[in-house]
Protein backbone atom coordinates (compact mmCIF):
# COMPACT_ATOMS: atom_id res chain seq x y z
CA UNK A 1 0.00 0.00 0.00
CA UNK A 2 1.37 3.56 -0.97
CA UNK A 3 0.39 5.27 2.23
CA UNK A 4 2.17 8.92 1.38
CA UNK A 5 4.03 10.30 -1.19
CA UNK A 6 6.32 13.03 -1.41
CA UNK A 7 8.22 14.64 -5.37
CA UNK A 8 7.98 16.93 -8.15
CA UNK A 9 4.90 18.36 -9.90
CA UNK A 10 6.07 17.83 -13.52
CA UNK A 11 2.13 18.36 -14.92
CA UNK A 12 -1.17 18.81 -13.80
CA UNK A 13 -4.23 18.01 -15.29
CA UNK A 14 -8.16 18.72 -14.66
CA UNK A 15 -8.32 16.03 -11.90
CA UNK A 16 -4.85 14.92 -11.43
CA UNK A 17 -1.00 15.43 -10.98
CA UNK A 18 1.98 13.33 -12.13
CA UNK A 19 4.68 13.20 -9.04
CA UNK A 20 7.93 12.46 -9.95
CA UNK A 21 9.74 10.27 -7.00
CA UNK A 22 13.09 9.73 -7.80
CA UNK A 23 12.60 9.45 -12.12
CA UNK A 24 9.55 7.49 -11.08
CA UNK A 25 6.61 9.39 -12.15
CA UNK A 26 3.11 8.35 -9.98
CA UNK A 27 -0.19 10.11 -11.53
CA UNK A 28 -2.86 11.10 -8.50
CA UNK A 29 -6.02 11.75 -8.72
CA UNK A 30 -7.86 14.47 -6.45
CA UNK A 31 -10.39 16.93 -5.35
CA UNK A 32 -10.78 19.88 -7.13
CA UNK A 33 -10.39 21.58 -4.01
CA UNK A 34 -6.84 19.45 -3.49
CA UNK A 35 -5.93 20.28 -7.02
CA UNK A 36 -6.17 24.34 -6.04
CA UNK A 37 -3.89 23.48 -2.86
CA UNK A 38 -1.08 22.41 -5.14
CA UNK A 39 2.34 23.95 -5.89
CA UNK A 40 2.91 24.74 -9.57
CA UNK A 41 5.01 22.63 -11.97
CA UNK A 42 8.37 22.11 -11.00
CA UNK A 43 7.59 22.40 -6.95
CA UNK A 44 7.54 19.64 -4.36
CA UNK A 45 4.51 18.09 -2.98
CA UNK A 46 3.36 15.78 -0.34
CA UNK A 47 0.32 14.08 -0.37
CA UNK A 48 -1.16 11.65 1.45
CA UNK A 49 -2.78 8.50 -1.01
CA UNK A 50 -5.16 5.67 -0.99
CA UNK A 51 -4.60 2.94 -3.89
CA UNK A 52 -7.34 1.52 -5.30
CA UNK A 53 -6.76 -1.83 -6.46
CA UNK A 54 -9.27 -3.30 -9.07
CA UNK A 55 -8.74 -6.06 -11.73
CA UNK A 56 -8.28 -3.77 -14.65
CA UNK A 57 -7.39 -0.84 -12.67
CA UNK A 58 -4.57 0.88 -10.75
CA UNK A 59 -5.53 4.25 -9.17
CA UNK A 60 -3.50 6.81 -6.60
CA UNK A 61 -5.43 9.12 -5.08
CA UNK A 62 -3.97 12.24 -2.76
CA UNK A 63 -5.10 14.23 -0.17
CA UNK A 64 -3.64 17.05 1.35
CA UNK A 65 -4.39 15.42 5.27
CA UNK A 66 -4.99 12.49 6.76
CA UNK A 67 -8.69 13.64 7.39
CA UNK A 68 -9.48 13.62 4.27
CA UNK A 69 -8.08 10.63 3.20
CA UNK A 70 -10.02 8.83 5.98
CA UNK A 71 -13.04 10.61 4.87
CA UNK A 72 -12.33 9.23 1.10
CA UNK A 73 -12.21 5.94 2.22
CA UNK A 74 -15.49 5.94 4.28
CA UNK A 75 -17.60 7.48 1.48
CA UNK A 76 -16.44 5.01 -0.67
CA UNK A 77 -17.88 2.24 1.28
CA UNK A 78 -21.31 3.37 0.47
CA UNK A 79 -23.19 1.93 -2.16
CA UNK A 80 -23.46 4.34 -5.12
CA UNK A 81 -20.21 5.86 -4.43
CA UNK A 82 -17.01 5.32 -6.18
CA UNK A 83 -13.82 7.39 -5.95
CA UNK A 84 -15.26 10.14 -8.67
CA UNK A 85 -18.40 10.74 -6.40
CA UNK A 86 -15.84 10.67 -2.90
CA UNK A 87 -14.14 13.32 -4.64
CA UNK A 88 -16.53 15.70 -5.72
CA UNK A 89 -18.34 15.36 -2.35
CA UNK A 90 -14.39 16.41 -0.73
CA UNK A 91 -14.54 18.95 -3.43
CA UNK A 92 -17.56 21.06 -2.75
CA UNK A 93 -17.44 20.68 0.86
CA UNK A 94 -13.90 19.85 2.07
CA UNK A 95 -12.98 17.30 5.07
CA UNK A 96 -14.33 19.58 8.03
CA UNK A 97 -17.51 20.28 5.95
CA UNK A 98 -18.01 16.54 5.17
CA UNK A 99 -17.68 15.74 8.84
CA UNK A 100 -20.47 18.52 9.72
CA UNK A 101 -23.09 17.45 6.72
CA UNK A 102 -23.11 13.86 8.17
CA UNK A 103 -22.99 14.67 12.12
CA UNK A 104 -26.03 17.38 11.07
CA UNK A 105 -27.82 14.99 8.55
CA UNK A 106 -27.64 18.02 5.98
CA UNK A 107 -28.31 15.63 2.84
CA UNK A 108 -28.86 19.26 1.12
CA UNK A 109 -25.13 19.35 1.12
CA UNK A 110 -23.65 16.18 0.05
CA UNK A 111 -26.42 16.00 -3.09
CA UNK A 112 -24.98 19.23 -4.11
CA UNK A 113 -21.68 18.15 -5.10
CA UNK A 114 -21.45 16.67 -8.67
CA UNK A 115 -23.06 13.31 -10.02
CA UNK A 116 -24.59 12.97 -6.34
CA UNK A 117 -28.39 12.08 -6.18
CA UNK A 118 -30.42 12.85 -3.28
CA UNK A 119 -30.86 9.00 -2.78
CA UNK A 120 -27.61 8.45 -2.87
CA UNK A 121 -26.90 11.43 -0.49
CA UNK A 122 -28.91 10.10 2.05
CA UNK A 123 -27.51 6.79 2.63
CA UNK A 124 -24.17 9.26 3.22
CA UNK A 125 -25.65 10.40 5.41
CA UNK A 126 -27.68 7.23 7.14
CA UNK A 127 -24.39 5.36 7.11
CA UNK A 128 -21.63 7.34 7.95
CA UNK A 129 -23.62 9.13 10.71
CA UNK A 130 -22.40 7.02 13.18
CA UNK A 131 -18.88 6.78 12.31
CA UNK A 132 -18.71 11.02 12.20
CA UNK A 133 -17.41 11.19 15.70
CA UNK A 134 -14.12 8.92 15.46
CA UNK A 135 -13.83 10.53 12.44
CA UNK A 136 -14.22 14.03 14.22
CA UNK A 137 -11.81 12.64 16.69
CA UNK A 138 -8.80 12.13 14.43
CA UNK A 139 -8.39 16.44 14.37
CA UNK A 140 -6.08 15.67 17.07
CA UNK A 141 -3.54 13.72 15.18
CA UNK A 142 -3.39 16.19 12.28
CA UNK A 143 -0.13 17.97 12.86
CA UNK A 144 1.10 14.77 11.34
CA UNK A 145 -0.49 16.17 8.05
CA UNK A 146 0.98 19.77 8.27
CA UNK A 147 4.33 18.06 8.99
CA UNK A 148 4.79 18.59 12.66
CA UNK A 149 4.89 14.92 13.72
CA UNK A 150 5.70 11.74 11.60
CA UNK A 151 2.82 9.79 9.74
CA UNK A 152 2.78 5.88 10.27
CA UNK A 153 1.53 5.49 6.64
CA UNK A 154 3.74 3.63 4.24
CA UNK A 155 6.05 6.07 2.47
CA UNK A 156 7.36 7.20 -1.13
CA UNK A 157 9.84 10.14 -0.18
CA UNK A 158 13.05 11.87 -1.06
CA UNK A 159 16.44 12.23 1.54
CA UNK A 160 16.09 14.04 4.57
CA UNK A 161 17.85 16.92 3.30
CA UNK A 162 14.82 16.99 0.41
CA UNK A 163 12.84 19.83 -0.13
CA UNK A 164 10.21 17.27 -0.46
CA UNK A 165 10.26 17.36 3.53
CA UNK A 166 8.27 20.55 3.90
CA UNK A 167 4.85 20.22 5.16
CA UNK A 168 1.63 19.31 3.26
CA UNK A 169 0.88 21.93 1.13
CA UNK A 170 -1.06 24.44 2.89
CA UNK A 171 -3.37 22.23 4.75
CA UNK A 172 -2.57 24.48 8.17
CA UNK A 173 -5.72 25.92 8.30
CA UNK A 174 -7.99 22.93 8.17
CA UNK A 175 -5.91 21.15 10.49
CA UNK A 176 -6.27 23.73 13.08
CA UNK A 177 -9.79 23.36 12.77
CA UNK A 178 -10.17 19.66 12.74
CA UNK A 179 -7.66 20.03 15.70
CA UNK A 180 -9.94 22.35 17.51
CA UNK A 181 -13.15 20.37 17.11
CA UNK A 182 -11.27 17.14 18.09
CA UNK A 183 -10.40 18.56 21.54
CA UNK A 184 -13.98 20.43 21.76
CA UNK A 185 -15.17 16.93 21.10
CA UNK A 186 -12.95 15.23 23.56
CA UNK A 187 -13.94 17.59 26.67
CA UNK A 188 -17.15 16.54 25.56
CA UNK A 189 -17.07 13.33 26.28
CA UNK A 190 -15.33 13.72 29.47
CA UNK A 191 -18.57 15.84 30.69
CA UNK A 192 -19.98 12.73 29.95
CA UNK A 193 -22.42 13.32 26.66
CA UNK A 194 -22.72 10.97 23.92
CA UNK A 195 -20.34 10.78 20.75
CA UNK A 196 -23.05 11.35 18.48
CA UNK A 197 -24.82 14.90 20.43
CA UNK A 198 -21.42 15.95 21.00
CA UNK A 199 -20.33 15.57 17.78
CA UNK A 200 -23.42 17.49 16.51
CA UNK A 201 -22.67 20.16 18.87
CA UNK A 202 -19.97 20.79 17.75
CA UNK A 203 -20.43 20.20 13.88
CA UNK A 204 -23.13 22.98 14.41
CA UNK A 205 -20.81 25.25 16.37
CA UNK A 206 -18.12 25.48 14.39
CA UNK A 207 -20.38 25.71 10.88
CA UNK A 208 -22.14 29.03 13.44
CA UNK A 209 -18.45 30.12 14.10
CA UNK A 210 -15.26 28.51 12.12
CA UNK A 211 -12.94 30.75 13.58
CA UNK A 212 -14.00 30.11 17.03
CA UNK A 213 -10.87 28.24 19.81
CA UNK A 214 -11.09 25.76 21.82
CA UNK A 215 -12.95 26.96 24.71
CA UNK A 216 -15.32 29.11 21.89
CA UNK A 217 -16.29 26.11 20.47
CA UNK A 218 -17.06 24.39 23.80
CA UNK A 219 -19.30 27.03 24.91
CA UNK A 220 -20.88 27.21 22.10
CA UNK A 221 -21.56 23.82 22.11
CA UNK A 222 -22.24 23.16 25.89
CA UNK A 223 -25.54 25.99 24.74
CA UNK A 224 -26.55 23.70 21.85
CA UNK A 225 -26.23 20.60 24.20
CA UNK A 226 -28.13 22.38 27.27
CA UNK A 227 -31.76 21.07 27.78
CA UNK A 228 -34.37 23.19 26.46
CA UNK A 229 -37.33 25.37 28.26
Known amino acids: MIGKISGRIDYRSTDHVLIDVRGVGYM ?5 RTMAALPSNGEMVTLYTDLLVREDLLQLFGF ?14 VQGIGAKASLAILG ?22 KGVGPKTAQRVVIELKDKAPGVMALGGTLSQATGEAPASDDVLEEPLDSPARTPVARGASGAAAASTQAEALSALSNL ?38
Open 28 to 32: VYCSD
Open 64 to 77: TSLLEKEWHRLLMS
Open 92 to 113: ALGAEGVGRAVTLGDVTAIKAA
Open 192 to 229: GYGPGDAAQAVAQASGDDPEADTPALIRAALKLLAPKG
